[in-house]
């Protein structure tokens, strides 16, 4: 089955679930409990649905637990797989329960801090990606003379948001034991197929009631900021909705507005006043998001062909989209290629005891292991045959343990393959590079941004950030792909160039992105300030 297809009927799923369900648990603020899980239980509903299309005929029901977890590749992630048993539960096989209950207890959790001073904007950020978007805007707000307080809810020590340099800039520290604690909703919908609500999938008719009481359940366990658990949520909100209380801001800047974290606080903000504004840290992949995902007033995109994208994603008729470019590729104006070519040609020469005339660096993404040496044998094999004119660099991603890399240098022996120091990454290297070779990172954007040859890997079952379709990147779905595209840098150095078109429609950017970004907050500033209703207060203690 398509990816499109599996994620039509997780679409339609997603919607049943909450047209029935949806309003079973919601926090003291009247956000429902799909509304701010939506991502994990989507992604758990995504693999209930490719189960079930690829099942000929229901097997006998089996016993143990109805779904099981997995630490992801990605630092803070959980992802979760539907079992035997949950398969045979959800069709009405058997009547066996999840082993770990569900809790239904409110929370007290930390105290929301009161005491904090009004300041005209705030902005939340739980990973580096975000405080590398975000505090260019804020330092030009700051220059501007507008106070910014940002509620730093990472709990990674490398995700914080960092201490600022920029007076005006105070950064509050969101308790991070908020997100220890365990307890799913209260979802007691274990419905037998009899006259209970049912949806169909493929040639299988599946509970809606149990399908909530499966996705209700892994809600119980908390893995940090990124999903916490439905405790943990009500906790989040509370504590949220007192720091916003409390400051008052005109606007709260996000740079995601879909996770539980982001939701919770555009809700907040909106709940206590605030106008809202998101920016986009990040490439949107194709069919990555299928649902009204987006929940700010106003949405800044790095390109023209991302308008549409938030036009479908927004749950808002009054949203407006703004095209800015990217505050964080503001520092590429300051990329020295000089100095990003000696790290590069050190590294090799430290860690693979050789020096190659071309080098080509390797954004990688956080994706699991077997799909990380399934991508590394494609783009070994392409070196290979390049008569050992290319080395390659291979760069984590933020959120990417070292470690993942342990097995492909034990298969690159024949190869000149180094790994550079995840505080660097693809970012801090990839302007000294002749190629860069990426999936779906956004240093891809970055490298075409300053004209470095870009390599789009296309293999099987993977999204890219198709910037091939745009003509912006070599599109590769071989090895040999790769060889020739290689071959041809190294023959002419210098005549891959990406028309300006391209460049725009991918992210209009001209090293200004933080002002751009900066005006709208403002303009989002007078136009909440214009607004005589005052803010509907909901008490979320």
């Known amino acids: 089955m398509s990816t499109t297809a599996v994620d039509r009927e997780a679409d339609m799923l997603m919607a049943a679930l909450e047209t029935t369900y949806g309003d079973v648990a919601v926090t003291p603020g ?3 409990w799909l509304r701010v899980h939506h991502v994990p239980v989507r992604r758990l509903v995504v693999r209930l649905v490719r189960r079930l299309q690829a099942m000929r005929e229901p097997g006998l029901p089996a016993d143990g637990p ?8 990605a630092i803070g992630y959980v992802s979760y797989d539907v079992t035997d048993a949950g398969i045979a539960y959800v069709l009405g096989l058997h009547s066996g329960k999840p082993q770990d209950e569900l809790h239904s207890a409110q929370p007290e959790g930390a105290r929301p801090p009161f005491d904090l001073p ?4 705030c902005a939340i950020s739980w990973s580096s990606r975000h405080a590398s978007t975000l505090l ?6 700051a220059d501007r003379g507008i106070a910014t307080t940002v509620v730093d809810a990472a709990t990674e020590p490398a995700q914080r948001f960092p201490e600022p340099r920029t007076p005006g800039i105070t950064v509050v520290r969101l308790p991070g034991a908020i997100f220890a604690h365990v307890g799913g909703p209260s979802v007691r919908c274990e419905d037998a197929l009899g006259d209970a609500p049912t949806a169909t999938v493929g040639r299988n008719d599946i509970s809606l009631g149990r399908l909530a009481y499966l996705a209700a359940h892994i809600l119980v366990r908390s893995a940090d900021c990124t999903q916490p658990s439905w405790t943990s949520a009500l906790m989040a909100e509370r504590w949220l909705h007192g720091a916003l209380a409390a400051l008052r801001p005109d606007v709260l800047l ?3 507005d879909t996770s539980p974290l982001g939701i919770l606080a555009v809700a907040a903000a909106e709940r206590t006043g605030a106008n809202t504004v998101y920016v986009q840290h990040g ?10 995902a987006q929940h700010c007033r106003h949405i800044a995109v790095m390109g023209s062909r991302d308008v549409l994208t938030a036009h479908t994603w927004t749950r808002r008729a009054d949203a407006t989209t703004h095209i800015v470019g990217q505050p964080r590729f503001d520092a590429l104006t300051r990329a020295d290629r000089a100095q990003q070519r000696t790290y590069l040609s050190g590294l090799l020469s430290a860690q693979a005891r050789a020096e190659p005339p071309k080098i080509a660096v390797w954004a990688c993404q956080p994706f699991s292991e077997q799909r990380l040496i399934g991508q590394f044998d494609v783009i070994a094999e392409g070196l290979r045959n390049t008569a050992h004119r290319w080395g390659l660099v291979m760069a984590p991603h933020p959120a990417q343990s070292p470690s993942a890399f342990t097995a492909l240098l034990d298969s690159a022996m024949d190869l000149t393959v180094a790994v550079a120091a995840p505080e660097v990454g693809a970012r801090g290297c990839l302007a000294g590079a002749d190629a860069l070779i990426s999936a779906s990172s956004t240093c891809g954007i970055e490298a075409l941004l300053l004209n470095v040859p870009v390599l789009e890997l296309a293999l099987p079952a993977t999204r890219t950030l198709r910037l091939a379709d745009h003509g912006a990147a070599q599109r590769c779905e071989s090895d040999a792909e790769i060889t020739v595209a290689l071959a041809r840098i190294d023959r002419t150095p210098g005549a891959v160039r990406v028309p300006a078109a391209a460049k725009g429609s991918i992210c ?4 200004h992105s933080a002002a751009a970004v900066a005006n709208i907050v403002v303009r989002a500033m007078t136009e909440n300030r214009l607004v005589t209703q005052p803010p509907h207060e909901t008490d979320c203690r």
Request: aromatic share 8%.
């Open 30 to 32: 009247g956000v429902g």
């Open 66 to 73: 109805l779904v099981v977890a997995h630490d992801s590749a």
């Open 118 to 121: 009004s300041t005209p904007v």
């Open 136 to 141: 260019p805007v804020l330092v030009e707000l």
């Open 254 to 256: 996000c740079s995601n």
């Open 283 to 292: 490439a949107w992949v194709d069919g990555q998001v299928g649902w009204r």
């Open 508 to 511: 209009r950017w001209d090293g």
